[in-house]
T-cell receptor, first 112, second 114 residues
Framework: GENVEQHPSTLSVQEGDSAVIKCTYSDSASNYFPWYKQELGKGPQLIIDIRSNVGEKKDQRIAVTLNKTAKHFSLHITETQPEDSAVYFCAASRGSNYQLIWGAGTKLIIKP | DVKVTQSSRYLVKRTGEKVFLECVQDMDHENMFWYRQDPGLGLRLIYFSYDVKMKEKGDIPEGYSVSREKKERFSLILESASTNQTSMYLC?????????????FGPGTRLTVL
């Protein structure tokens, strides 16, 4: 069946450095790729998303890139700050409908 | 601001009990979802609903049922709770649009079945 693989499961970076989280999807019909951030004790919250007609999208320190041919998409966080510490999830749409297939999550730790 | 609320943050039940988890959203969203979150497995879709009284099975519906009698409310029911249903349960809603869109999540209910 369709699946989304996410790596790494844990990422520890020094404050101020960059962090990159990578996902691979299997459904070639997927056309929507969101990234969610889950802070302790809260539900996931959308931080950035990209649709299949775009290769890259940026929002301040956060960027997402999409390679449709390779079925890869990545989250890039620059100049990391303590408040970036959280669990990050990637997801891909099941085809073009409103269901999402989720990655397993990456715990990002920002070291002071 | 969209708000999704869940009836309990923490719940402890005994094996065999019937369990109700309630979710309410205040943004008139068409779609509502119930997920289960377990470490290393991400979010797995249990059921979703795209309209009042409409429901569809997700990836792991076994042992669960749902009810959507009003647009703003989506309930998850464990008919006979078992220990392997101990987990974090997340409810979400999203507006209609014909395609995938932002999902807004509640804070989750951590259910322990003894």
């Amino acid at each position: 069946g369709e699946n989304v693989e996410q790596h790494p499961s844990t990422l520890s970076v020094q404050e101020g450095d960059s962090a990159v989280i990578k996902c691979t999807y299997s459904d070639s019909a997927s056309n929507y790729f969101p990234w969610y951030k889950q802070e302790l004790g809260k539900g996931p919250q959308l931080i950035i998303d990209i649709r299949s007609n775009v290769g890259e999208k940026k929002d301040q320190r956060i960027a997402v890139t999409l390679n449709k041919t390779a079925k890869h998409f990545s989250l890039h966080i620059t100049e990391t700050q303590p408040e970036d510490s959280a669990v990050y999830f990637c997801a891909a749409s099941r085809g073009s409908n409103y269901q999402l297939i989720w990655g397993a999550g990456t715990k990002l730790i920002i070291k002071p | 601001d969209v708000k999704v609320t869940q009836s309990s943050r923490y719940l402890v039940k005994r094996t065999g009990e019937k369990v109700f988890l309630e979710c309410v959203q205040d943004m008139d969203h068409e779609n509502m979802f119930w997920y289960r979150q377990d470490p290393g497995l991400g979010l797995r879709l249990i059921y979703f609903s795209y309209d009042v009284k409409m429901k569809e099975k997700g990836d792991i519906p076994e042992g669960y049922s749902v009810s959507r009698e009003k647009k703003e409310r989506f309930s998850l029911i464990l008919e006979s709770a078992s220990t392997n249903q101990t987990s974090m349960y997340l409810c979400a809603s999203s507006p209609t649009g014909g395609g995938a869109d932002t999902q807004y999540f509640g804070p989750g209910t951590r259910l322990t079945v003894l």
